[in-house]
Protein backbone atom coordinates (compact mmCIF):
# COMPACT_ATOMS: atom_id res chain seq x y z
CA UNK A 1 0.00 0.00 0.00
CA UNK A 2 0.95 3.43 -1.25
CA UNK A 3 0.27 7.23 -0.19
CA UNK A 4 -1.25 9.41 -3.41
CA UNK A 5 2.61 10.10 -3.74
CA UNK A 6 3.68 6.91 -4.65
CA UNK A 7 5.46 6.56 -0.14
CA UNK A 8 5.40 3.42 0.77
CA UNK A 9 3.37 2.28 3.33
CA UNK A 10 2.41 -0.84 4.59
CA UNK A 11 2.47 -4.71 3.34
CA UNK A 12 -1.80 -4.77 3.65
CA UNK A 13 -1.67 -8.65 2.46
CA UNK A 14 1.33 -10.77 2.87
CA UNK A 15 0.61 -14.38 1.62
CA UNK A 16 -2.84 -13.94 2.64
CA UNK A 17 -4.53 -17.62 3.53
CA UNK A 18 -6.65 -18.66 0.78
CA UNK A 19 -5.33 -16.89 -2.04
CA UNK A 20 -1.62 -16.98 -0.96
CA UNK A 21 -0.55 -14.94 -4.61
CA UNK A 22 -2.40 -12.02 -4.64
CA UNK A 23 -3.07 -11.40 -8.79
CA UNK A 24 -5.78 -9.06 -9.18
CA UNK A 25 -7.94 -6.31 -6.98
CA UNK A 26 -10.95 -4.41 -7.20
CA UNK A 27 -12.31 -1.87 -4.76
CA UNK A 28 -15.92 -0.91 -3.65
CA UNK A 29 -16.16 2.74 -3.12
CA UNK A 30 -19.49 2.71 -1.91
CA UNK A 31 -19.30 -0.62 0.82
CA UNK A 32 -15.07 0.37 1.22
CA UNK A 33 -14.45 -3.28 0.88
CA UNK A 34 -11.38 -4.98 -1.25
CA UNK A 35 -11.95 -7.80 -3.66
CA UNK A 36 -8.42 -9.76 -4.34
CA UNK A 37 -8.15 -12.81 -6.45
CA UNK A 38 -5.77 -15.36 -6.23
CA UNK A 39 -4.11 -16.92 -9.42
CA UNK A 40 -5.63 -19.34 -11.57
CA UNK A 41 -4.30 -22.58 -9.23
CA UNK A 42 -5.98 -21.61 -6.20
CA UNK A 43 -9.08 -20.26 -8.17
CA UNK A 44 -11.01 -18.24 -5.27
CA UNK A 45 -11.67 -14.20 -4.52
CA UNK A 46 -11.57 -12.97 -1.14
CA UNK A 47 -13.54 -9.89 0.15
CA UNK A 48 -11.42 -7.76 3.07
CA UNK A 49 -12.37 -4.86 5.07
CA UNK A 50 -9.08 -2.33 5.18
CA UNK A 51 -10.89 1.24 5.84
CA UNK A 52 -13.15 1.97 9.21
CA UNK A 53 -16.15 5.09 8.87
CA UNK A 54 -15.14 7.54 11.21
CA UNK A 55 -16.84 11.38 11.54
CA UNK A 56 -13.10 12.41 10.81
CA UNK A 57 -10.61 11.15 9.05
CA UNK A 58 -8.25 9.66 10.92
CA UNK A 59 -4.82 7.48 11.21
CA UNK A 60 -5.70 5.35 7.81
CA UNK A 61 -2.13 2.98 8.82
CA UNK A 62 -3.81 1.68 12.70
CA UNK A 63 -6.69 0.24 10.34
CA UNK A 64 -3.94 -1.52 8.02
CA UNK A 65 -2.39 -2.90 11.04
CA UNK A 66 -5.50 -3.99 12.47
CA UNK A 67 -6.10 -5.93 9.14
CA UNK A 68 -2.28 -7.13 9.02
CA UNK A 69 -2.79 -8.74 12.56
CA UNK A 70 -6.26 -10.62 11.66
CA UNK A 71 -4.40 -12.03 8.48
CA UNK A 72 -1.38 -12.90 9.95
CA UNK A 73 -2.05 -14.51 12.95
CA UNK A 74 -1.78 -12.96 16.48
CA UNK A 75 1.31 -15.05 18.56
CA UNK A 76 -0.18 -16.11 21.61
CA UNK A 77 2.14 -16.58 24.74
CA UNK A 78 3.09 -20.56 25.49
CA UNK A 79 6.03 -22.42 27.52
CA UNK A 80 7.79 -24.98 25.78
CA UNK A 81 10.04 -27.83 27.25
CA UNK A 82 13.34 -26.07 28.50
CA UNK A 83 15.94 -27.08 29.60
CA UNK A 84 16.21 -25.01 32.91
CA UNK A 85 16.13 -28.12 36.29
CA UNK A 86 18.65 -30.15 34.36
CA UNK A 87 22.30 -29.43 35.56
CA UNK A 88 23.74 -28.58 32.01
CA UNK A 89 22.08 -25.50 30.46
CA UNK A 90 22.15 -25.04 26.43
CA UNK A 91 22.90 -22.05 24.90
CA UNK A 92 23.32 -20.50 21.78
CA UNK A 93 26.62 -20.26 19.93
CA UNK A 94 27.88 -17.51 17.56
CA UNK A 95 28.99 -18.21 15.11
CA UNK A 96 28.43 -21.95 14.34
CA UNK A 97 31.23 -24.70 14.76
CA UNK A 98 31.80 -26.34 11.67
CA UNK A 99 32.47 -30.15 12.49
CA UNK A 100 32.62 -31.98 9.42
CA UNK A 101 31.15 -32.73 5.91
CA UNK A 102 30.32 -36.05 4.21
CA UNK A 103 29.70 -36.93 0.40
CA UNK A 104 26.99 -39.23 0.37
CA UNK A 105 27.23 -42.33 -2.79
CA UNK A 106 24.16 -42.41 -4.56
CA UNK A 107 22.97 -39.04 -4.06
CA UNK A 108 22.88 -36.09 -5.88
CA UNK A 109 21.47 -33.49 -4.03
CA UNK A 110 20.40 -34.08 0.26
CA UNK A 111 16.83 -33.01 -0.56
CA UNK A 112 15.67 -34.27 3.01
CA UNK A 113 17.65 -35.76 6.13
CA UNK A 114 16.13 -37.84 8.87
CA UNK A 115 18.21 -38.86 11.86
CA UNK A 116 18.30 -42.67 13.36
CA UNK A 117 21.50 -42.30 15.80
CA UNK A 118 23.98 -39.50 16.37
CA UNK A 119 26.36 -41.40 13.51
CA UNK A 120 23.71 -42.85 11.21
CA UNK A 121 21.07 -40.82 9.13
CA UNK A 122 18.66 -41.20 5.74
CA UNK A 123 19.00 -39.22 2.87
CA UNK A 124 17.12 -39.04 0.05
CA UNK A 125 16.91 -37.28 -3.30
CA UNK A 126 15.41 -39.62 -5.80
CA UNK A 127 16.99 -42.46 -3.88
CA UNK A 128 16.92 -42.98 0.36
CA UNK A 129 20.21 -43.87 1.79
CA UNK A 130 21.27 -44.68 4.86
CA UNK A 131 24.56 -43.76 5.59
CA UNK A 132 26.63 -43.33 7.92
CA UNK A 133 29.67 -40.17 9.09
CA UNK A 134 31.47 -41.57 6.26
CA UNK A 135 29.02 -41.44 3.44
CA UNK A 136 29.17 -44.72 2.66
CA UNK A 137 25.59 -46.23 1.55
CA UNK A 138 24.36 -48.47 4.04
CA UNK A 139 20.94 -49.26 3.04
CA UNK A 140 19.54 -47.86 -0.27
CA UNK A 141 15.50 -47.84 -1.01
CA UNK A 142 13.75 -46.93 -4.60
CA UNK A 143 9.87 -47.35 -3.81
CA UNK A 144 9.45 -43.93 -2.87
CA UNK A 145 7.16 -40.92 -4.32
CA UNK A 146 9.71 -38.55 -4.87
CA UNK A 147 8.98 -35.76 -2.56
CA UNK A 148 10.48 -33.66 -0.32
CA UNK A 149 9.95 -34.00 3.75
CA UNK A 150 8.75 -37.81 2.44
CA UNK A 151 10.40 -39.91 5.26
CA UNK A 152 11.21 -39.57 9.39
CA UNK A 153 12.40 -42.21 11.76
CA UNK A 154 10.35 -43.17 15.13
CA UNK A 155 11.55 -44.52 18.06
CA UNK A 156 11.79 -47.92 17.33
CA UNK A 157 14.22 -46.63 14.78
CA UNK A 158 12.17 -47.58 12.32
CA UNK A 159 11.80 -45.60 8.92
CA UNK A 160 7.96 -44.35 7.81
CA UNK A 161 8.17 -43.15 4.28
CA UNK A 162 5.82 -42.25 1.04
CA UNK A 163 6.12 -44.82 -1.32
CA UNK A 164 5.52 -44.23 -5.36
CA UNK A 165 1.69 -45.12 -5.05
CA UNK A 166 1.53 -42.46 -2.09
CA UNK A 167 0.85 -45.27 0.67
CA UNK A 168 2.80 -44.81 3.96
CA UNK A 169 4.81 -47.34 4.76
CA UNK A 170 6.85 -48.60 7.70
CA UNK A 171 10.58 -49.79 7.21
CA UNK A 172 11.64 -52.50 10.36
CA UNK A 173 14.88 -51.50 12.51
CA UNK A 174 16.90 -54.63 10.90
CA UNK A 175 15.31 -53.55 7.30
CA UNK A 176 14.27 -56.67 6.51
CA UNK A 177 9.94 -56.33 6.97
CA UNK A 178 8.02 -53.47 5.16
CA UNK A 179 4.62 -53.16 6.15
CA UNK A 180 1.93 -50.47 5.13
CA UNK A 181 1.09 -48.29 7.62
CA UNK A 182 -1.32 -46.18 5.93
CA UNK A 183 -2.90 -46.93 2.71
CA UNK A 184 -3.57 -44.39 0.27
CA UNK A 185 -7.59 -44.31 -0.10
CA UNK A 186 -8.42 -41.06 -1.48
CA UNK A 187 -7.02 -40.17 -4.67
CA UNK A 188 -7.93 -36.62 -4.61
CA UNK A 189 -5.05 -36.09 -2.11
CA UNK A 190 -1.03 -36.70 -2.32
CA UNK A 191 0.95 -36.98 1.71
CA UNK A 192 3.99 -35.03 0.48
CA UNK A 193 6.01 -34.61 3.64
CA UNK A 194 5.61 -36.58 7.11
CA UNK A 195 6.85 -36.73 11.24
CA UNK A 196 7.02 -39.01 13.85
CA UNK A 197 6.25 -36.79 17.10
CA UNK A 198 7.92 -38.10 19.46
CA UNK A 199 5.91 -36.80 22.97
CA UNK A 200 3.13 -38.90 21.55
CA UNK A 201 3.95 -41.13 18.85
CA UNK A 202 1.77 -39.47 16.64
CA UNK A 203 2.16 -39.45 12.84
CA UNK A 204 1.92 -35.71 10.93
CA UNK A 205 1.29 -35.62 7.63
CA UNK A 206 1.13 -32.82 4.78
CA UNK A 207 -1.12 -33.05 2.12
CA UNK A 208 -1.53 -31.78 -0.84
CA UNK A 209 -4.30 -31.67 -3.72
CA UNK A 210 -3.79 -30.65 -7.34
CA UNK A 211 -7.21 -28.98 -8.58
CA UNK A 212 -8.03 -26.66 -6.83
CA UNK A 213 -4.35 -26.34 -5.18
CA UNK A 214 -4.59 -26.81 -1.37
CA UNK A 215 -2.78 -28.40 1.38
CA UNK A 216 -3.90 -29.69 4.53
CA UNK A 217 -2.31 -31.31 7.89
CA UNK A 218 -3.61 -34.90 9.09
CA UNK A 219 -2.60 -36.81 12.47
CA UNK A 220 -2.68 -40.46 13.00
CA UNK A 221 -2.05 -42.17 15.79
CA UNK A 222 -0.03 -45.17 16.68
CA UNK A 223 -2.82 -47.44 15.47
CA UNK A 224 -3.30 -45.50 11.88
CA UNK A 225 -6.41 -44.04 13.02
CA UNK A 226 -6.79 -40.57 12.16
CA UNK A 227 -7.01 -38.71 14.84
CA UNK A 228 -6.95 -34.69 13.36
CA UNK A 229 -7.33 -33.17 10.53
CA UNK A 230 -5.64 -29.06 9.93
CA UNK A 231 -6.66 -26.84 7.06
CA UNK A 232 -8.30 -23.73 7.92
CA UNK A 233 -7.37 -20.70 9.39
CA UNK A 234 -9.96 -19.06 11.91
CA UNK A 235 -12.08 -17.33 9.17
CA UNK A 236 -12.52 -20.24 7.47
CA UNK A 237 -9.67 -19.48 4.37
CA UNK A 238 -6.99 -22.83 3.70
CA UNK A 239 -3.84 -22.10 5.36
CA UNK A 240 -1.28 -24.46 3.40
CA UNK A 241 -0.77 -24.19 -0.53
CA UNK A 242 1.98 -27.33 -0.89
CA UNK A 243 3.23 -28.37 1.90
CA UNK A 244 6.61 -29.42 1.60
CA UNK A 245 8.47 -30.38 5.06
CA UNK A 246 6.37 -30.92 8.57
CA UNK A 247 7.63 -30.80 11.70
CA UNK A 248 6.76 -30.16 15.64
CA UNK A 249 7.89 -28.20 18.53
CA UNK A 250 8.81 -28.54 21.61
CA UNK A 251 5.67 -26.66 22.85
CA UNK A 252 3.36 -28.87 20.46
CA UNK A 253 2.86 -26.72 17.40
CA UNK A 254 2.99 -28.07 14.24
CA UNK A 255 4.94 -26.39 11.56
CA UNK A 256 4.57 -26.64 7.80
CA UNK A 257 7.20 -25.40 4.83
CA UNK A 258 4.83 -24.66 2.41
CA UNK A 259 5.08 -22.61 -0.76
CA UNK A 260 6.20 -18.89 0.29
CA UNK A 261 5.79 -19.21 4.24
CA UNK A 262 6.39 -21.13 7.34
CA UNK A 263 2.48 -21.70 8.66
CA UNK A 264 2.72 -22.75 12.58
CA UNK A 265 -0.42 -23.72 14.24
CA UNK A 266 -1.09 -24.94 17.84
CA UNK A 267 -1.34 -28.43 18.98
CA UNK A 268 -4.85 -28.57 18.28
CA UNK A 269 -5.02 -26.87 15.11
CA UNK A 270 -5.56 -22.86 15.67
CA UNK A 271 -3.26 -20.68 13.69
CA UNK A 272 -0.57 -19.12 15.68
CA UNK A 273 1.96 -17.27 13.02
CA UNK A 274 2.68 -17.29 9.47
CA UNK A 275 6.45 -16.32 8.88
CA UNK A 276 7.39 -15.15 5.38
CA UNK A 277 10.94 -13.93 5.82
CA UNK A 278 12.76 -10.99 6.89
CA UNK A 279 11.70 -8.18 7.22
CA UNK A 280 8.01 -8.72 6.58
CA UNK A 281 7.10 -9.11 2.27
CA UNK A 282 10.80 -9.67 1.74
CA UNK A 283 10.02 -13.15 0.51
CA UNK A 284 10.51 -16.42 1.59
CA UNK A 285 11.18 -19.31 -0.09
CA UNK A 286 11.63 -22.01 2.10
CA UNK A 287 12.62 -25.91 2.36
CA UNK A 288 13.72 -27.91 5.17
CA UNK A 289 13.04 -27.09 8.59
CA UNK A 290 13.40 -28.41 11.90
CA UNK A 291 13.48 -27.07 15.79
CA UNK A 292 15.72 -27.56 18.48
CA UNK A 293 15.75 -28.56 22.33
CA UNK A 294 15.23 -24.72 23.24
CA UNK A 295 12.64 -24.68 20.54
CA UNK A 296 13.97 -22.28 18.14
CA UNK A 297 12.78 -22.81 14.23
CA UNK A 298 15.55 -23.45 11.88
CA UNK A 299 14.25 -22.71 8.34
CA UNK A 300 16.25 -22.95 4.51
CA UNK A 301 15.81 -19.90 2.51
CA UNK A 302 16.23 -21.11 -0.78
CA UNK A 303 16.31 -17.23 -2.05
CA UNK A 304 19.11 -16.09 0.34
CA UNK A 305 20.47 -19.58 0.45
CA UNK A 306 20.57 -19.46 4.26
CA UNK A 307 19.36 -20.97 7.40
CA UNK A 308 17.16 -18.56 9.10
CA UNK A 309 16.78 -18.80 13.03
CA UNK A 310 13.14 -18.07 14.88
CA UNK A 311 11.92 -17.81 18.19
CA UNK A 312 9.33 -19.99 18.90
CA UNK A 313 6.76 -17.06 18.48
CA UNK A 314 8.54 -16.64 14.79
CA UNK A 315 10.68 -13.95 15.70
CA UNK A 316 13.67 -13.65 13.32
CA UNK A 317 16.56 -13.95 15.62
CA UNK A 318 19.58 -14.28 12.99
CA UNK A 319 21.12 -15.78 10.20
CA UNK A 320 22.52 -19.03 11.66
CA UNK A 321 24.20 -19.82 7.89
CA UNK A 322 24.79 -17.75 4.90
CA UNK A 323 25.62 -19.19 1.41
CA UNK A 324 29.62 -18.73 1.55
CA UNK A 325 29.46 -20.89 4.63
CA UNK A 326 30.14 -24.66 3.05
CA UNK A 327 27.28 -25.61 1.68
CA UNK A 328 23.97 -24.29 0.16
CA UNK A 329 21.45 -24.73 2.71
CA UNK A 330 18.18 -27.04 1.26
CA UNK A 331 17.63 -29.31 4.06
CA UNK A 332 18.33 -29.65 8.03
CA UNK A 333 18.27 -32.72 11.05
CA UNK A 334 19.04 -31.79 14.18
CA UNK A 335 20.08 -33.58 16.87
CA UNK A 336 18.38 -33.31 20.14
CA UNK A 337 21.30 -36.00 21.57
CA UNK A 338 24.30 -34.49 20.53
CA UNK A 339 22.82 -31.07 19.63
CA UNK A 340 24.38 -30.93 16.46
CA UNK A 341 23.27 -29.75 12.85
CA UNK A 342 22.64 -31.74 9.50
CA UNK A 343 22.33 -29.47 6.93
CA UNK A 344 22.23 -30.94 3.20
CA UNK A 345 23.49 -28.99 0.36
CA UNK A 346 21.13 -27.58 -2.29
CA UNK A 347 23.09 -27.55 -5.28
CA UNK A 348 22.42 -30.44 -7.87
CA UNK A 349 25.07 -32.35 -8.00
CA UNK A 350 25.98 -31.26 -4.57
CA UNK A 351 25.84 -34.57 -2.54
CA UNK A 352 27.41 -32.77 0.66
CA UNK A 353 25.80 -33.22 3.96
CA UNK A 354 27.84 -30.39 6.59
CA UNK A 355 27.15 -31.01 10.62
CA UNK A 356 27.36 -28.18 12.85
CA UNK A 357 27.47 -27.62 16.12
CA UNK A 358 25.87 -24.39 17.27
CA UNK A 359 24.43 -24.91 20.90
CA UNK A 360 26.85 -24.93 23.35
CA UNK A 361 26.60 -26.89 27.19
CA UNK A 362 26.83 -24.44 29.88
CA UNK A 363 27.04 -25.08 33.92
CA UNK A 364 25.32 -22.25 34.62
CA UNK A 365 21.89 -21.57 35.00
CA UNK A 366 21.46 -18.14 34.10
CA UNK A 367 19.92 -16.28 30.99
CA UNK A 368 18.97 -19.59 29.48
CA UNK A 369 17.50 -17.65 26.21
CA UNK A 370 20.43 -15.05 25.98
CA UNK A 371 21.44 -15.18 22.39
CA UNK A 372 24.59 -12.91 22.09
CA UNK A 373 25.27 -12.32 18.36
CA UNK A 374 29.03 -11.56 17.21
CA UNK A 375 29.85 -8.13 15.60
CA UNK A 376 29.23 -9.17 12.15
CA UNK A 377 25.74 -10.75 13.07
CA UNK A 378 24.43 -7.73 15.15
CA UNK A 379 25.77 -5.81 12.01
CA UNK A 380 23.35 -7.39 9.27
CA UNK A 381 20.44 -8.40 11.33
CA UNK A 382 17.41 -6.99 12.77
CA UNK A 383 14.80 -8.75 15.25
CA UNK A 384 11.43 -9.14 13.38
Excluded at 54 to 61: G, N, Y
Excluded at 103 to 130: A, E, F, K, M, Q
Aim: aromatic share 8%.
Amino acid sequence: MLDKDGQFLSHLLVRPSGIFSPHSLSYDINTHRLWVGSGSRYNKVCVYRYITRQDTPTDLSTATADVMESTNGIPTTETGNQQQGNECLLKLMSPPEFLHSLTVTGISCPVHISRVTSDRVWVSDINIILTNTTGVPLHRLNDFCGSYGLHTVNSESELIYIDRNYNINKLSKDMNTTTTFLKRTDTTWEPQCVFWSPPTGDLLVGMYRKEPVTGKVTRYNQSGQLTQTIQYDNTGLEMYSVPQYITENNNGNVLVSDSGAIVVTERGGRHRFTYTGHPTGSGLDPRGICTDALSHILVCDCRTNTVQILDKDGQFLSHLLKESENVDPYSLCYDVNSHRLWVGSGSWDNNKVCVYRYIDIQQTMADANTFRPDRDTMSSTTPA
